[in-house]
């Protein structure tokens, strides 16, 4: 692959012209970055089946164990603009490899936790590492691979790692579990994070630095608050009921916060998000739709998680092998839909994925009480199905209406949403099945908002997402 030297001391990719062929050394940048995104993703849904026992072996409560699963995600998804645009202001590659140093280290931290809270603190530590990583994935895929087919290609094989991740996760996290302990499901993270570093350092090239762009802190900072306070206040509804004081207060500071966010990047002279992207109809757009996207699927697996192992009895690894089903096919339909989306676009995969997703959460909810897990099968699948095959298609849609200048802040705004949908996914489910009058109505209900959350992106996908692919934009 050959590369230029630019002038602001970074390096620039060659020309589309000049893109890597199909040998060897083209496919290093790509492994590199898969293998950071994958330690995320996996991060998200190993936890899934483990936290019951991390839960028991910790006396962790039922607000513990969301804080387990959510401090991880909810500093992720708060601090994601602030990696973005580290990314975009010091070069994404060094951003990226001390995203990685940062999660492995992290990772340990979490394997020795002695307690729940030093559990979580380390949960949130390795939050950050994500953060770091997220942007710069997809922002050194878009230089490395600068040809619009490699690119498409390049994006779908990222998206598989959220399906392979998701699919080896729950069954991982199950079998690590019930032979060595869940302590391991931290561990497996120090071999990939060394191993990512080492490719990353190799393979990747130096990003492009763009000392111009300054930090916007105040508008990271709204950012992390309304994450965290939104987050907070659905968790404490489960202790606390959906009427007390403290979590109307949360919801409130929370939407401040926004409202603030909004007015900051409005008057800000640098801000973290320009307003051009936000007003982007394709970039906004799509970005509603991964958080509604996330919000259905993470918010199905923790629940059913919760439901095979605390109702009917399930060991952690037979839970794993009951989600399977749903978290199996999105690796499957990642693939598919990279390859579909060349010859159809990208708004077909999304509409369809979505309306599929959705159909499947709504079968759940109208299965009855206590279905025989059989008739949760097709609903699992489907969901899974669904999911990862919109989302390719939406990431390519975001990415390509980005700016190359702006590819790190498209890439948080993008997963920023995707992972405040898998935090609030999580508490609300988890806050559904703690107030509800009994577990399989807190359950079904959750799965009926989920549907309609898929619905709604079905929806938002027609008339946000181009019927064909729109060509990267220039600066």
């Known amino acids: ?10 390096e620039s990719t060659s020309s589309p012209a000049s893109a890597p062929g199909p040998g060897r050394r083209s496919w290093a940048p790509l492994l590199a970055v898969c293998t950071g995104y994958f330690m995320v993703i996996l991060d998200v849904t190993v936890i899934n089946v483990a936290v019951p026992v991390i839960g028991r072996e910790l006396s962790a409560s039922l607000t513990g164990i969301q804080w387990i699963t959510d401090g991880y995600t909810l500093v992720f998804a708060g601090f994601l603009l602030t990696g973005g645009a580290l990314g975009d202001r010091l070069g994404n590659r060094r951003v990226f490899c001390s995203g990685v140093a940062v999660f492995t280290v992290s990772s340990a931290a979490c394997a020795l936790a002695p307690s729940t809270p030093f559990l979580v603190a380390a949960r949130l530590v390795e939050g950050l590492g994500a953060a770091l990583i997220v942007p710069g994935s997809l922002a050194l895929l878009q230089h490395a691979y600068p040809a619009p087919a490699a690119r498409s290609r390049a994006f779908g094989l990222w998206g598989s790692m959220a ?6 996760g729950p069954l991982l996290g199950g079998l690590l579990v019930s032979t060595v302990g869940w302590r391991w499901v931290f561990l ?3 071999p990939a994070g060394m191993a990512c570093l080492v490719l990353t350092l190799r393979h990747v090239a130096r990003s492009p630095r763009r000392a111009a762009r300054s930090l916007d802190w105040p508008a990271q900072c709204a950012v992390v608050a309304a994450v ?23 919801v409130g500071l929370a939407a401040l916060a926004a409202a603030a966010f909004a007015v900051r990047e409005r008057l800000a002279r640098s801000p973290a998000l320009p307003l051009s992207l936000l007003r982007s109809r394709t970039i906004s757009g ?12 993470y918010g199905m697996v923790f629940t059913a998680s919760l439901e095979f192992q605390h109702q009917r009895g399930f060991s952690a690894l037979g839970t794993g092998l009951a989600l399977f089903p749903a978290v199996a ?14 010859r159809t676009g990208d708004r077909p995969l999304v509409v369809f994925g979505m309306l599929l997703a959705g159909t499947g959460l709504a079968g759940w909810a109208l299965a009855g009480a206590d279905p025989a897990y059989p008739l949760l099968v097709a609903p699992m699948m489907a969901a899974g199905f669904g999911t990862s095959f919109a989302l390719t298609g939406s990431t390519a849609t975001v990415m390509g209406a980005a700016p190359p200048a702006y590819s790190g802040a498209a890439s948080a705004l993008f997963n920023t949403t995707r992972q405040i949908g898998s935090a609030t996914g999580v508490a609300l489910g988890g806050s559904l099945l ?3 009058a009994n577990y399989d109505i807190g359950l079904r209900t959750s799965m009926a908002i989920g549907a309609l959350a898929y ?3 079905a929806g938002l996908a027609w008339l946000c997402v181009p019927a064909k692919p729109e060509g990267r934009k220039a600066s």
């Not at 991964?290 to 699927?297: A, E, I, V, Y």
Request: no cysteine; hydrophobic share 60%.
């Open 163 to 168: 399906g392979i991740a998701a699919s080896a």
């Open 434 to 436: 703690a107030t509800a």
């Open 329 to 342: 096919m999105t690796m499957f339909a990642s693939v598919l839909s990279g390859r579909l989306a060349r």
């Open 228 to 250: 965290a306070l939104l987050t907070a206040a659905l968790n404490e509804a489960g202790r606390r009921g959906w009427s007390d004081p403290a979590v109307l207060a949360g």
């Open 455 to 457: 619905l709604t992106a």
């Open 1 to 10: 692959m050959a590369f230029a030297e630019s002038a602001d001391g970074g």
């Open 188 to 190: 497996i993270n120090l």
């Open 286 to 297: 799509g970005a509603v739709i991964g958080l509604l996207f996330n919000f259905g699927f």
